[in-house]
Nanobody, 131 residues
């Protein structure tokens, strides 16, 4: 069973930055993985933001995340990150990381932002951006 714990959320002023972390238990080395960040604002559906896949750390971003957010993963630290810059009030949401494992390498296309791609989820971390 893989565990994921998000951290790094908080209150920030518009235009500021936050770096979210997703600490995981060690991934099984015999599989390829994908890690994604999602968010859910009040009364809205969960939205996929970005994903990163092994073995080449290929990444993909939604339109709302590209140019402001950067995903990365440190395999040695078993931690994924989401660097968020130039934050806006509409970025206020609970942010979740998720992961899944594959026997074959997957491309990092839009499919990697689908919720049903992921088997393991963290509990989320709140991000609030004030105007």
């Amino acid at each position: 069973q893989v565990q994921l714990v998000e951290s790094g959320g908080g209150l920030v002023q518009a235009g500021g930055s936050l770096r979210l972390s997703c600490a995981t238990s060690p991934f099984p080395t015999e599989y390829y993985y994908a890690v994604a960040w999602f968010r859910q604002a009040p009364e809205k559906e969960r939205e996929g933001l970005s994903c990163i896949r092994s073995p080449n750390s290929s990444t993909y971003y939604s339109d709302s995340a590209k140019e402001r957010f950067t995903i990365s993963r440190d395999d040695d630290m078993n931690t994924a990150y989401l660097q968020m810059n130039r934050l806006k009030p509409e970025d206020t949401a609970v942010y979740y990381c998720a992961t899944s494992f594959y026997r074959a390498a997957q491309g990092a296309g839009a499919k990697c932002l689908r919720e049903d791609e992921y088997d393991y989820w963290g509990q989320g971390t709140q991000v609030t951006v004030s105007s």
